[in-house]
């Protein structure tokens, strides 16, 4: 069975750094597509960033420049670092792989961006 657990969420000033971790439990270089989505109140889920097939890195324009997603082999995660973190990036952030054609999520982790 499949399962995705993340870890690093909480609460950061404006401005502030946080990283993201999530451990699956399968080898990463087994996986087709990975990446991280948020939901904010009120609002649908979005794509933050993907790895893709290709192993490009893709990133939504409210995050580029300020957020690095990253795969480690070894430990086999998926990273999310969040830099200049600004109270609109406040919401429940997904770690997701899509693996032998079927997709996962993990239960998500709370990030508050707030003074």
């Known amino acids: 069975q499949v399962q995705l657990a993340e870890s690093g969420g909480g609460l950061v000033q404006p401005g502030g750094s946080l990283r993201l971790s999530c451990s699956v439990s399968?080898?990463?270089?087994?996986?087709?597509?990975m990446g991280w989505y948020r939901q904010a109140p009120g609002k649908e889920r979005e794509l933050v960033a993907l790895?893709?097939?290709?192993?490009?890195?893709n990133y939504s324009d409210s995050v580029k420049g300020r957020f690095t997603i990253s795969r480690d082999g070894a430990k086999d995660t998926i990273d999310l670092q969040m830099n200049s973190l600004k109270p609109e990036d406040t919401a429940i952030y997904y770690c997701y792989i899509r693996h032998f054609r079927k997709d996962y999520w993990g239960q998500g982790t709370q990030v508050t961006v707030s003074s």
């Open positions: 790895i893709p097939r290709d192993r490009t890195t």
């Open positions: 399968v080898s990463i270089f087994a996986i087709t597509t």
